[in-house]
């Protein structure tokens, strides 16, 4: 299955923060068709290692199953549902917008944000983002038993409705192409990595709860101990009206590589990337002939952040295929980006010998 194949059938299974159960069985079965043995800890990291030359550095690749959303907060005696938003669930992205209230595969129920009527709507709220707090979602219930008759409880997860839709020029849009994207590119890379005639310790962690504390991997890093870690994500692009002057990085443009990232509101972390693995991937985009971006920005990080502070300290470096519309429904991807991200990746893993410095002194 291609990269672009398996993106969307991923795009298509819910997986909250923390409930990333059907996921996680569905990557499984990717790794079975590989033929790699994987385990899944206590958090619920799925990961799995392919052996290779043990005088090399060990390399991590992450990306995060869990998608961002909700959880049932109370459930109004008339059926309606309020919700706690569980992670960075953009308001202004949310009325009328469908939702999936996952209660059991097979049995989930679809909802839609509330949207008051237009010809009842004041002047003053015509341009007013409601609050998440003030939503509530219309499954159509019309008492708070029937709400639970049908499964629904307190802290029962909510997803965006999961969809997939082709636009123009072949490209990709719908609900968690963050990060189901990089999971898929990530196995595109396993493939071709299981099959490479030297390659050094690679580990596979797709992990959980990325969306919800950027933490969730850490349990994989500090059983696996890798000396690099690479995350694999989205990286902001820049090439719609609205985001013009945040950076260069187009759709279609090939895999971008992260030179800084920052967010200061509450976390006060980010990456600045170590500089051998930054010209790795230089070095090796130029001889595959792939253009790579390069993204400087704020307001957004991985798990890198905190898997750089691990033990005595992991190389890191972020590397993503550019995405417009973060955390909304509709994200927008290029599936020719994802399939090129794979090859730059294996790649460059590769080329990590025993010979490969990670003293930053020694770095070009």
Known sequence: MDVAALTAELMLIPGLCGHEGRVRARIRRELDTIGLAHATDVLGNLTATLPGDPGAPSVMLIAHMDQLGFMVRRIETDGFL???????????ALAAQPMLICVGEGRDVTGIIANK??????PEEKYRVVPYPEIYLDAGFRSAGEAGEAGVRIGTPVVYAPAVRRLANGLLAGTSVDDRAGCAVMLAAARALAEAERRPTVHLVFSVQEEFNLRGALPAVHALKPAIAIQIDLVLA??????????????????????????GRGTLNGLIPHPALTGLFERTAASLGLPL????HIGALTETSYVQIAGAGVACLDVGFPMRASHSANEVADPADLEALARLIAAAVRDVGPGFSLDPDDAP
């Open 82 to 92: 309020r919700l706690e938003r569980v992670g960075g669930v953009p308001e202004r």
């Open 117 to 122: 009527a237009h010809h009842a709507t004041t």
């Open 238 to 263: 820049t090439d719609t009206p609205d985001m013009s002057a945040r950076g260069d990085v187009r759709l279609g443009g090939g895999p971008a590589m992260g030179l800084y990232s920052f967010h």
């Open 293 to 296: 971006q390069r993204s400087v």
